[in-house]
């Protein structure tokens, strides 16, 4: 029996896209690779509702790359970045900021608390925000995020790692800057690729980068012809297209939907279970949970697995022993969550 | 029929490592993944003939961002680089430090020059240089280049990009101290993966790094039990080790051997043919020849893609128009040399 994976990431492909992932990566400094590339940029600026003028940056990495590019490509050293710290992904913004010496100024949130916008220091040119802070499972308001940004003249720059396919992301609409996400998510690839969308007026306000493959000019200039100024992940991007084009076909609105049926199923299902989401706001791509019964969610998340042939994974730091991560991205059928929540009922109450 | 490719990268692979490239990437925070990383950072200590001390670091990533991690992450703003720059990817060395504002002093070399070693600038910390200048196809004689850095307290790091399985990498005998490599060139993996091999003594001179992502001490404190700071390339990890364990099994110098022999018969074959070998030290990766009947190498290599379904690659720059770089790595056979051959002769001469 295969291994069914309710992570955060990796997640479940499609048989079609796994099988791509067998393809002869070819030669790709040619029109025929461009073409490619076109088509991608095409689809994800679709995708995310992107106005016009907005760009894509493909890079070889992890979402962690391209939080970092995002902060480095904007922020001078006389400049400020504004971040919202509502946990580990939060965080990360402010530990790429200190270990590259840029300004900051940070909100940190307690589980739950509402943003107090007058809180955030309004004398930076950026925010950045995760749009799901994966560590709690807790989905921000991109909207009203979007409206104060714009107000006060920052760049919206947001992660949106874990949240792209399960939650709306529309550039538009939350006038958004820059949007991270990655390829192992929402997307269900492999790992390995980080796409950046940025908008117009992100492009107009790039600085000087100090790093070298980190460069989002280069990127830039290099996508007019459809290349990249460093050797892409080939089989990635050509796993990219026909999970874009299934995308398109099918509406991103389904796959919300889809996620969020599944988040919706997967919540009242563990309601008589010592099962208790963590966070009123969550996202539709996962459910972080606490385990109430007093066992270690880490050791509950090993034996879990053992028993039952289904990766959950628990969280990082001082919640590793308290919250259980279930997600909901990727190729999961209703059966699945159906076949997770027997397993649970069995491992609980001793009963299928 | 398939394409074949004669390119530096990507180059062709084997069937069983393309199969794996399909594999559903599993949940990798964990001992089984643990498991695979542990067993690839051994068998590419053993290839390398890396003495005890050095380490692994596994980065998402092109060679570049390798190239770059190796700089910042040993070179202080009050230090200096000594870079050689025999051609694209030497000033490539360059331009990263430029870029990063970081001091260097580089001698370049013209088309097979010897390296004057008197005029290499000693008041440095590390010396920088390709094993194989990609663009000109000249090799380098690395174990001079490690001699010299050793006498004058200069670390040694080397990018073995193109060479590494095809040239005799040896970090002891050649007494490097970091060695970049990507999955993309002679292991025959899919690109999106980089590999450097450091040294105690590089490590024991590790500085703070400025960039979150590519900090090695995150990376050095990881791989001790298995694992990467952030979500590594899991399938090209998969294939990675089904690759090494080929390797080992066959030993690296069978595949250093079969480049050898590759390259030695497409070099004795193209003597009565408008095409002249570019440098006279040449590396067993690839021939860079010289079109030598006033054809553009540029135009040249699309119309034979198309006569032939053969893939060559022309260079970068301004030579662009003159060189066709014809690469030996990956799975190719002699019987695929021997087709390119009767391609060629057909092409210049109307006769198979």
Redesign the interface.
């Known amino acids: 029996m ?2 069914l ?1 309710f ?1 955060p ?2 997640v ?2 499609s048989k079609k896209v ?2 791509i ?9 040619n029109g025929e690779f461009s073409k490619i590339m076109f088509e991608c940029k095409k689809l994800i600026l679709k995708l995310l509702n992107a106005p016009n003028g907005s760009d894509v940056v493909f ?7 391209g939080m ?1 590019a995002t902060l480095i490509n904007i922020i001078e050293k006389n400049q400020k970045a504004s971040i919202i710290n509502g946990g580990g992904f939060g965080e ?1 913004f402010a ?2 900021c200190k ?3 840029i300004n900051f100024s940070e909100i940190k949130l307690r589980l739950d608390e509402n943003i107090n916008f007058d809180t955030i220091d309004k004398n930076c040119k950026a925010l950045f925000t995760n749009a799901h802070e994966t560590t709690i499972g807790r989905a921000y308001d991109l909207k009203s995020i979007g409206e104060f940004c714009k107000k006060n003249k920052m760049l919206f720059c947001v992660d949106a790692i874990s949240a792209f396919m399960a939650d709306e992301i529309d550039m538009t609409k939350q006038q958004i800057d820059a949007i991270i996400i ?1 390829s ?1 998510k929402g997307l269900a690839l ?4 980080c796409i950046i969308i940025l908008s117009k007026n992100y492009i107009e306000n790039l600085i000087p ?5 980190m ?1 989002f000019k280069n990127y830039l200039n290099d996508i007019k012809r459809g290349q990249t ?8 991007i050509y796993q990219l297209l026909e999970r874009l084009r299934e995308i398109d076909k099918k509406g991103i609105l389904y796959f919300n939907k889809k996620a969020s049926n599944l988040a919706k199923y997967f919540r009242n299902h563990i309601k008589d279970l010592p099962l208790k989401l963590y966070s009123k706001f969550p996202s539709n791509a996962m459910s972080a949970v606490e385990i109430t019964n007093q066992e270690s969610a880490f050791e509950f998340v090993k034996k879990f697995e053992k028993l039952y042939n289904v ?1 959950l ?1 628990p969280s990082g730091g001082n919640l590793k022993e308290k919250l259980i991560r279930v997600g909901h991205l990727g190729n999961l059928s209703k059966k699945d969550m159906k076949f997770l929540i027997e397993c649970l009922n069995e491992y609980f109450k001793g009963k299928k």
């Open positions: 295969k291994k994976l992570t990431g990796p479940m492909m796994l099988k992932g067998s393809t002869q990566p070819m030669y790709f400094r890079i070889g990495g992890s979402g962690t790359l970092e990360r530990k790429i270990q590259k010496s990655s192992n492999p790992p390995g690729l980068c100090d790093s070298f493959y460069d100024p460093f050797t892409p992940p080939i089989c990635i990766t994974t």
